[in-house]
């Protein structure tokens, strides 16, 4: 008698990966994926707001902080697949509503232009004057229509002097002004440290914090996220409290770490073909925690 096989664990994409080769499976269980867990909604939810909001003078901003590897990053270029460029009805101009730029890595006004013309495909020279690259930025932004332009790693002003540092805020608050559109920053608490060096600026920032996740429901049902989505024959119930703690702990609450550990013990979880992940499983592993790693740097370096 053939035994009755229940995937119930899995929801229906990853159930249908399970017909893939391993080797085409461990491909598809490292491709990135999105999880809406509460707080990532909304802060989406914030982003949609300032996607309609009507033009004035003074629009709002937003600041979202959270440390390094805690879903930053990922929230934002989610929200910007959400809305991706398309052909103007016209077929004479491409209308991209959401751009996300990387701040440069010190407060550099040029640098900063530079990266907006690139991702513009824009010709330009980068030993252009600055006033050129700031005139052509404005037209082309104007020109694609965009609606809300995401600053990431927005902290980096801090790498730069006093005088750098407030060249580059008035870039931000001159963007903001002369195209009337939110302009949203992306960091970690130094973000919030260094727009506040400028009053102005910072109280059109409405600050929020990616918090690093604990031990609550909130954490459990991310776990049972990730188990149905990773596509593994027998359910790992990573949600149970032993392995969910020791998940905790090892990944120290960074969505960012947790993501990584459980991509990797997925793929070991199909390559030995126990099919799925228990706590000898990630032992296995030897996953350093993040504290750990860094400390073992600061001896090295």
Do not use: C
């Amino acid at each position: 008698m053939n035994k009755v096989v229940d995937y119930s664990h899995l929801n229906e994409s990853a159930a249908k990966l399970l017909e893939l080769s391993d080797v085409e499976r461990i491909n598809r269980i490292r491709s990135s994926r999105w999880i809406g867990y509460p707080k990532a909604k909304e802060i989406l939810a914030k982003l949609e707001d300032l996607l309609v909001y009507p033009k004035m003078h003074r629009m709002p901003n937003l600041l979202i902080i959270g440390d390094t590897n805690n879903g930053k990053t990922m929230l934002v270029q989610r929200f910007n697949q959400l809305h991706p460029s398309y052909d103007a009805p016209d077929g004479d101009a491409i209308i991209a509503p959401v751009m996300v730029v990387q701040a440069p890595p010190v407060p550099d006004e040029s640098r900063f232009y530079s990266e907006i013309l690139e991702q513009l495909f824009a010709s330009f020279r980068h030993n252009d004057r600055v006033e050129k690259k700031q005139y052509q930025v404005i037209k082309l932004l104007r020109y694609i229509n965009l609606k809300v332009l995401v600053i990431d790693e927005i902290h980096s002003i801090l790498a730069g002097n006093l005088n750098k540092q407030r060249t580059f805020l008035n870039v931000v608050k001159y963007l903001g002004n002369e195209l009337q559109i939110p302009i949203v920053g992306v960091g970690t608490k130094d973000a919030f440290r260094a727009i506040q060096t400028d009053p102005q600026l910072a109280n059109r920032f409405e600050p929020v914090v990616l918090q690093r996740w604990s031990f609550d429901n909130n954490f459990l049902r991310l776990l049972v996220s990730f188990e149905r989505m990773l596509p593994l024959r027998e359910p790992s119930n990573l949600h149970e409290s032993e392995l969910a703690m020791k998940l905790l702990a090892v990944s120290e609450g960074y969505i960012g770490e947790l993501s990584r550990l459980l991509v990797q013990a997925a793929v070991r979880a199909v390559e030995t073909g126990k099919e799925k992940i228990d706590a000898k499983l990630v032992d296995s592993l030897g996953w350093v925690a993040p504290s750990e790693r860094k400390r073992h740097a600061d001896k090295v370096l």
